[in-house]
């Protein structure tokens, strides 16, 4: 039978194949809101069709770790949200015989081949946009559902809520829609009744943010008097006449209102910004695709692709991956009450990064700017950071921005981030990271449009200029 993703068929029956068959297994994947998917829906599935396994994850996938891995003698290695990249060291594994992997990634892939490969880029489909390790992960599950000989739910297919979280935590909607190998998931899940495809205001946290509040921090389009504005925001809505407190006396969320009530506040918002002379293509984002997980309650993170993936992030890029791995296995008691707690801490340490970008400012070089927030900003987060002080003053759209962050004495996190025109010019930031990072000891990869890397502490600079020279050949 097809999967959702009929290129992919082939190698997805092969990994399950070999799955089903394993004696002693181990799943491997990274500490992010992919990652963590990509794990729920791996261990779900594998449960399902009564397979026995272990789960780790990695913040970094290098030689080190998959030496770890192999001391510890499975015979199966399932590696999900990485592998990819690491495939080279992966590969002198298999041949020694330490274990047979099974990659489910949407990385740029090393130099290197293996059998049980399950990545879209092999196919011809774009690994940063089209198909995440959640994804990945997903078409595998299916694919397991057909081969083993047990009794699946939905053949899987309810797991596709979780592969639209994990896509949109590594931001893969374009223009706020998933497309390509994405639909077909997203088709799937809205036929199997989990999920649901809507047009709404794009604004983070219609869950579970007070108006104001949704208003205020909307930070992808400004609206001036609104956007970072506590008391203009208040006074917009309370100029609307509506009411707009709950029994209570507390501002209401943008999902509890009517949909009149939607109206009102939306148009009313998409007047304002034309007043204020916000352009035509801003003011068109405000309104777009939205994800909608129908069977978490209304008004919590869950229910939300965005804020549940952002909800995850808080747990494992803050060594609590096992938090989110539960929340996304169904715990709603002491996991989400402790992913809650994380998420505040979170979203502070964000908010903290980007004022420290700010006052900071960045570094332009000839192709690149950058900056080096040392022990400023957590190394696991420095990547968001980046990705939101694009269009902050100062920082440009023009060029890619690299964040560098002090992992250890020993070591420098890198993060890069492109735009898409940069991506259409040319640009592949994970050759870029790769390059640059091995010619100054380190490693790296990723995607085109989004990449990293780790550099021996002390060579910030000399990485900073191989990045810059190498972006100069892409795109120069
Ligand atoms: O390791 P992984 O593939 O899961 O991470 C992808 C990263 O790339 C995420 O941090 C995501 O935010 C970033 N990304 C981005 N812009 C894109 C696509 C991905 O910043 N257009
Ligand atoms: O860590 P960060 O969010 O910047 O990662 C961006 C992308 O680069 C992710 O897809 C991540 O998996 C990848 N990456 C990598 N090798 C590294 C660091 C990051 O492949 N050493
Ligand atoms: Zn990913």
Not at 310 to 317: G, I
Not at 398 to 425: M, Y
Request: charged fraction near 25%.
């Amino acid at each position: 039978m097809a999967g959702p993703v009929p290129d992919l068929d082939a190698r997805a029956n092969a990994c399950a194949n070999t799955i089903a068959d394993a004696d002693s297994m181990v799943l491997a994947s990274h500490i992010d809101a992919d990652g963590l998917t990509s794990a729920a829906i791996a261990t779900t599935a594998l449960e399902r069709a009564g397979l026995s396994f272990e789960v780790v994850f990695k913040e970094q996938l290098d030689a080190t770790e998959i030496a770890s891995i192999a001391k510890r003698e499975y015979d199966t290695v399932l590696f999900t949200d990485f592998g990819s990249g690491q495939l080279d060291v992966i590969a002198e594994h298999e041949a020694a015989g330490d274990f047979t992997p099974v990659i489910a990634d949407h990385h740029q892939p090393a130099d290197a081949d293996t059998e049980y490969h399950l990545n879209p880029l092999l196919e011809g489909i774009d690994g940063a946009s089209e198909l995440s390790g959640a994804g990945a992960s997903y078409v595998l599950a299916r694919a397991l559902a057909e081969v083993v000989d047990a009794d699946v739910p939905q053949a899987n297919r309810d797991l596709a809520g979780l592969a639209v979280v994990g896509a949109v935590g590594d931001m893969q909607a374009v223009d706020g829609e998933l497309v390509g190998a994405n639909e077909a998931i997203v088709s799937e899940g809205v036929e199997a009744g989990v999920l649901h495809e809507g047009t709404d205001l794009t604004l983070y946290g219609k869950q579970t943010r007070p108006l104001p509040k949704l208003l205020e921090y909307a930070s992808e389009i400004r609206i001036p008097g609104v956007s970072n504005d506590e008391s203009g925001a208040v006074r917009f809505l309370d100029e609307l006449g509506l009411d707009l407190h709950d029994e209570a006396g507390e501002w209401r969320t943008w999902v509890s209102l009517s949909d009149d009530e939607k109206r009102t506040v939306a148009s009313a918002l998409v007047q304002r910004a034309v007043e204020r002379g916000v352009p035509a293509s801003k003011i068109d984002r405000l309104v777009g695709t939205t994800y909608t997980l129908l069977a978490e309650p209304e008004g919590t993170e869950l229910r939300d692709a965005s804020e549940f993936s952002t909800l995850l992030n808080a747990t494992a890029r803050y060594e609590r991956a096992d938090v989110g791995l539960a929340v996304c296995l169904g715990d709603r008691e002491d996991g989400l009450r402790r992913a809650r707690t994380l998420l505040q801490n979170h979203r502070r340490n964000l908010s903290e990064g980007l004022q420290w970008v700010k006052n900071n400012g960045v570094t332009r070089e000839e192709h690149l700017q950058w900056f080096d927030s040392g022990t400023e900003i957590r190394d696991t987060i420095v990547g968001i950071v980046a990705g939101m002080a694009v269009g902050v003053e100062g920082v440009d759209r023009d060029r890619p921005i690299v964040a560098l962050a002090r992992k250890n004495d020993e070591e420098t996190k890198v993060s890069a981030r492109g735009t898409g025109p940069l991506v259409g010019r040319g640009l592949d930031l994970s050759v870029v990271m790769r390059e640059a990072s091995q010619a100054v000891g380190g490693d790296g990869g990723g995607h085109n449009v989004a990449a990293g890397a780790t550099v021996p502490a002390g060579r910030e600079r000399d990485f900073v200029e191989h990045a810059d020279a190498l972006v100069g050949d892409q795109i120069g």
